[in-house]
């Protein structure tokens, strides 16, 4: 337990964010209790403009959450029993649960130990002629290898679906994530790097007939009012949520400009200390948002408690590879995955957002540093790029 007197570091600060924006997201909310249009009112609209023209993509369809933008995504596609779906074992459970809820198997292909994102180079001989899809995941926002991913996809006419819950705002050779495969999918959670006070998600296409089916599955799988020519879902993303997300935009270019620079700081306190814990490796062609500030530690319950002692908060994401969650045991096929199953120990993540300045992440670094042992230095040592295997 910190002292009563230690402060208590947000893990991710919304209150900052909320103070610097309250004006313009009041304004916004008003704006919708007058007109009253709570469902697929004009901001569903004027948000779904906004952000296709962020991305570059041609159609952004808002949905309920990041998990209903899978789901949908997929159903769009017509991924049904018996079909397999490539992804990744190290994220989220949604990645998976969406491919499972069609009756279809998640095929779970190892991570790379540097990035914690999907192996490209394993994808190709997991495809079977049950394959219908590969979803790759950009994990903590940093997009996957999404040329050498959609190089494979393309020999085998696959689609491939971005999970970029945690990547909007990212982009990789400088095209913006959400738009770098046939469809991206992306949640604005409220912790995620676009987020807004509730839950929501959208779908990101350049393909009109996906962006259709995609808008037909969102609302019950109608074609015109009380037609339903195929299944769908209750699946709208709120007017209010998205008014929110539409102030939030004002401020978003900014913060995912603080969000890197907040990154590098870490990564060069990191290197420069003798802190027991190595950063996620960055690609060169790409730039991450720091969805999640993600560190690898050796020993991890007892570099969590000290920095919680400290009055600093940390998380894990995730503690357990998904082909070892009880749930997907039996309904996923993978083979080797060890880099998963390594990272699961590992991995922690560290106090991150546009408004953490450097004293913030100096003291997070300190408290890392402090007190650990000297085997633990040893280990740090090793620094950038060779990670001990
Ligand atoms: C957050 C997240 C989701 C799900 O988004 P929700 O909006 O919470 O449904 C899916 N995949 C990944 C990788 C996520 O981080």
């Not at 103070?19 to 004027?46: A, C, F, T, W």
Request: net charge neutral; hydrophobic share 40%.
């Amino acid at each position: 337990m910190p002292s009563p007197l230690t402060p208590i570091m947000e893990f991710i600060d919304l209150k900052t964010q909320y103070r610097e924006l309250k004006v313009s997201i009041h304004n916004r909310i008003d704006r919708v209790l007058e007109h009253g249009q709570y469902i697929m009112g004009p901001e569903v609209h004027e948000l779904e403009e906004r952000l296709a023209a962020y991305t570059g993509a041609r159609h952004c369809v808002t949905v309920a959450s990041g998990t209903e933008a899978l789901l949908i995504s997929l159903m769009a596609l017509g991924i049904k029993a018996g079909d397999e779906v490539i992804t990744t074992p190290f994220t989220f459970v949604a990645t998976a649960e969406v491919i499972a809820l069609l009756g279809a198997t998640p095929v779970f292909i190892d991570i790379e130990r540097d990035t914690c994102n999907i192996d490209a180079g394993k994808i190709a001989s997991a495809i079977t002629p049950k394959t219908r899809a590969i979803m790759p995941v950009s994990l903590y926002g940093q997009p996957a290898d999404m040329d050498e991913i959609n190089c494979i996809a393309s020999q085998h006419g696959l689609p491939v679906i971005e999970d970029a819950a945690q990547s909007f705002g990212a982009t990789y050779k400088g095209r913006k994530s959400c738009n770098l495969t046939t469809i991206g999918c992306t949640s604005f959670f409220p912790s995620k790097p676009l987020g807004c006070y509730g839950d929501g998600g959208a779908i990101f296409t350049s393909d009109d007939t996906l962006a259709q089916a995609c808008r037909e599955i969102r609302v019950h799988g109608q074609s015109k009012r009380y037609h339903h020519t195929r299944l769908g879902v209750g699946g709208r993303m709120d007017t209010l949520q998205c008014a929110i997300v539409l102030a939030k935009l004002e401020r978003f270019d900014w913060e995912v400009r603080r969000r890197r620079e907040v990154g590098e700081k870490y990564r060069q306190h990191l290197f420069r200390s003798a802190a027991p814990a190595r950063m996620i490796s960055l690609r060169p062609d790409r730039d991450c948002v720091w969805a999640q500030l993600t560190v690898l530690v050796e020993d991890r319950a007892m570099v969590q408690a000290r920095l919680k002692a400290q009055g600093i908060p940390t998380a894990v994401h995730y503690p357990i590879s998904l082909d070892l969650q009880p749930a997907y045991q039996h309904l996923c096929r993978s083979g080797n995955l060890a880099n998963s199953h390594w990272a699961a120990e590992r991995v922690m993540s560290l106090p991150m957002s546009a408004d953490l300045d450097e004293d913030g992440v100096r003291h997070v670094i300190d408290a890392l540093v402090g007190g650990c042992t000297r085997l633990e230095r040893g280990y740090l040592t090793t620094g950038e790029g060779s990670y001990p295997p």
